[in-house]
């Protein structure tokens, strides 16, 4: 895609890697829209990045979906690039009693909601390129967290059938792969030990003007190369035995 002169909608864009993307694509020479459900949030970041757009919205809800694709088709028609980054992170065992519930919610956001936006967004004649954020635990699980290891595995699988269906038409489909960085996913302090969003952002620009169409860093990078003995090392460093 070329780095500016875009109209970009980044979902879950007021916070972490979404906020990262969507100020860095603002700096240089964008439009970008970018929507959540927490009006503050959104506020907040437009306040920070003077220029931003935003548009408060539920995409765990095909009623929100449908809104937020109208909203876009009838005010900025000429959008050309999604960027499906909006996801949650539940931390749970099967055995919850409230497991099934957070798994709906998770397939809700993390599933349902790219595929919808995509197909829906996918009626723009303007849209050029689809941006779909997926993740280091798309090769190897983290079992503390079996429902989002699965989104996301499903995630690159379909970027992947999605890159190839839509070859043809000339719409670029990129991958963007984030190792575990600082953010608040899955709860305050989890990922604080983590590279900040910063140092991932200045990767997967630098590797956007390259060209690239999986977007890597770090661990997600040597994911994204390994082969069968290091996926299951890394299932174990991830997953140690119970005690
Ligand atoms: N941080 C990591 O370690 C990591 C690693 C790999 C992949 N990722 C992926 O990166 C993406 C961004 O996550 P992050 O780490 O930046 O966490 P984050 O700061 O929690 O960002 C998630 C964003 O999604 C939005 N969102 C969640 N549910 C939504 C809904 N129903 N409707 C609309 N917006 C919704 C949130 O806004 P509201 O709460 O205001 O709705 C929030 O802005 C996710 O897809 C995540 O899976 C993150």
């Known amino acids: 895609m070329n780095s500016s002169g875009n109209k970009i909608l980044v979902t879950g ?50 009623d929100g979906r449908f809104e937020l694709y109208e909203w876009v088709a009838t005010t900025h028609p000429d959008l050309n690039v999604l960027v499906n980054n909006a996801g949650i992170q539940q931390w749970m065992r099967v055995t919850d009693l409230d497991f099934f519930e957070r798994a709906k919610e998770e397939l809700a956001t993390n599933i349902e909601a790219p595929l919808h936006l995509t197909s829906l967004f996918l009626q723009l004649p303007s849209l050029t390129t689809i941006v779909n954020v997926t993740s280091g635990l798309a090769f190897s699980p983290l079992a503390q967290v079996p429902v989002y290891s699965a989104t996301k595995a499903f995630f690159r699988s379909f970027t992947q059938s999605l890159r190839h269906q839509l070859k043809a038409r000339g719409v670029e489909v990129i991958e963007a792969i984030p190792p575990a960085l600082n953010t608040d996913l899955g709860g305050k302090g989890l990922h604080d030990a983590y590279p900040p ?17 999986e977007l890597t860093f770090g661990f997600s990078e040597a994911m994204r190369t390994a082969g069968p003995e290091q996926l299951q090392a890394a299932f174990a460093r991830m997953n140690p035995e119970a005690k």
Do not use: W, Y
């Open 13 to 62: 864009g007021a916070s972490g890697i979404g906020l990262g993307m969507a100020a860095r694509f603002l700096q240089e020479g964008n439009t970008v829209f970018i929507c959540g459900r927490r009006q503050s949030a959104l506020d907040e970041a437009a306040r920070a990045h003077p220029g931003l757009i935003t548009h408060a919205c539920d995409l765990s809800r095909e």
């Open 197 to 213: 969003v910063s140092d991932f952002i200045d990767a997967i620009f630098a590797q956007l003007k390259e060209g690239k169409n």
